[in-house]
């Protein structure tokens, strides 16, 4: 139980586009997803929170015209980077909580930008 | 400001031995603190999560300790294999958010 799918794993694009990554929840339904930004050689930073049916909340310094977030569904939330740039190119993770009692999160497998 | 911190240096250790990695944070009064394992290439995996009234948590191989006074964390893995070796993660959850110290890359050699 409590597995979390990411896509793309991996894409490239090219510099001003957009694209799209998918989160979702295979097994359970998720109210709140996070998305997390992992530089090479880093750790994981905090991105925004994303609540089902209701706005993002984003981090102090992430732009959220830039970074769209979108959570339709209980098992659904998507990431939109606008008008990417080459300092975009990045692995961009998501998770969810399977039982807030127990404070686990589960993480998606990760999906790598790179914008050319 | 609120710190988490561990070893960025990466540890080498030998097959079979205990391999013993520190998380230390500041300015954070935690309810719990948990550990995570990740790949390369892949998301983290939540290994183990540890009470601030939990002196210590062991789950097969795996052994935390939690240090509220020190505020530190250790996290020891013993008759260490090779397929051990990865990225350990601590992360505290401030307000219900992760937030990860930037984790200890792990190599054990056969």
């Known amino acids: 139980g409590a597995v979390v799918s990411q896509h793309p794993s991996w894409v490239i694009c090219k510099s001003g586009t957009s694209v799209k990554i998918e989160c979702r929840s295979l097994d359970f339904q998720a109210t709140t997803m996070f998305w997390y930004r992992q530089f090479p050689k880093q750790s994981l930073m905090l991105m925004a929170t994303?609540?089902?049916?209701?706005?993002?909340?984003?981090e102090q310094g992430v732009e959220k015209d830039k970074f769209l977030i979108n959570h339709a569904s209980l098992t659904l939330s998507t990431l939109t980077v606008t008008s990417a740039h080459p300092e975009d190119s990045s692995f961009y993770i998501c998770s969810a909580d399977w039982d807030r009692t127990k404070y686990e999160q589960y993480f998606g497998p990760g999906t790598r930008l790179t914008v050319t | 400001s609120q710190k988490i911190e561990q070893n960025s240096e990466a540890l080498n250790i030998q097959e079979g031995k205990t391999a013993t990695l520190t998380c230390n944070y500041t300015n954070y009064s935690p309810a719990y603190l948990q550990w995570y394992r990740q790949d390369p290439g892949r998301g983290p995996v939540f290994l183990l999560l540890?009470?601030?009234?939990?002196k210590e948590k062991r789950k097969e191989r795996l052994k935390v300790t939690f240090d509220t006074t020190l505020k530190q964390s250790l996290f020891h893995i013993t008759a260490s294999q090779p397929a051990d070796s990865a990225t350990y993660l601590c992360a505290l959850a401030p307000g219900g958010k992760l937030i990860f110290g930037q984790g200890t890359e792990l190599s054990v050699k056969p």
């Open positions: 994303s609540n089902e049916g209701s706005k993002a909340t984003y």
């Open positions: 540890i009470r601030e009234n939990e």
